[in-house]
């Protein structure tokens, strides 16, 4: 028998999953982790809010701040600072919360994670996996449902993957996270 579930719960339980098989798994993304301002919560270990969609719920009080962080509104800067975490040895795995965001970050991705490893001779590798809503059905307005994965099929360096159902997000997203490229999904 087929389980049915929404897309949130699938990636849910992907990051869940990737996060208790890897230590090194981390995520970072706005408002994921309880936000800025979280004295009201008791012991900083309550559940957050989970980001705009509340797909990290849940993770924060499992894994920890250290884990799951939460970032400023800088897209580029978590970006940035994500390539240099894989660089380093960590599975860093960013959302943005609407795939529109993304063009802000295009110097992390089209000239820094793309080209590590091919710059390196094919010792620098990036395990990133870039996560953001795209094509939003929700009515997010124009400036928050574009659907623009097409972009990064152009570049060479980047795996871009676009699930099609909740099952096959939850094991891409798995595959993604465990790929030593950086990957958009």
Not at 40 to 63: C, F, Q, S
Not at 107 to 118: E, G, I, N, P, T
Not at 137 to 164: D, M
């Amino acid at each position: 028998m087929t389980r049915e579930t929404l897309f949130m719960k699938a990636i849910n339980e992907g990051l869940d999953q990737a996060m208790e098989r890897d230590e090194r798994v981390v995520l970072l993304g706005e408002d994921i982790s309880g936000g800025v301002n979280v004295e009201h919560l008791e012991n900083n270990n309550e559940d957050a809010w989970g980001g705009v969609m509340g797909i990290t719920r849940g993770l924060m009080p499992k894994y920890g701040r250290e884990r799951v962080i939460d970032t400023p509104i800088s897209e580029h800067g978590y970006l940035s600072a994500s390539v240099g975490m894989a660089l380093t040895g960590l599975r860093p795995v960013p959302e943005l919360m609407f795939n529109d965001f993304i063009g802000f970050c295009f110097d992390a991705l089209l000239r820094q994670a793309s080209k590590m490893r091919y710059m390196f001779g094919g010792k620098g590798q990036v395990p990133m996996t870039i996560r953001c809503a795209a094509g939003n059905g929700v009515g997010s307005a124009a400036q928050h449902s574009q659907s623009l994965e097409s972009w990064f099929t152009h570049i060479p360096g980047l795996k871009v993957v676009a699930p099609g159902t909740p099952a096959d997000m939850k094991g891409l997203l798995k595959s993604s996270i465990r790929d030593n490229n950086p990957v958009i999904i």
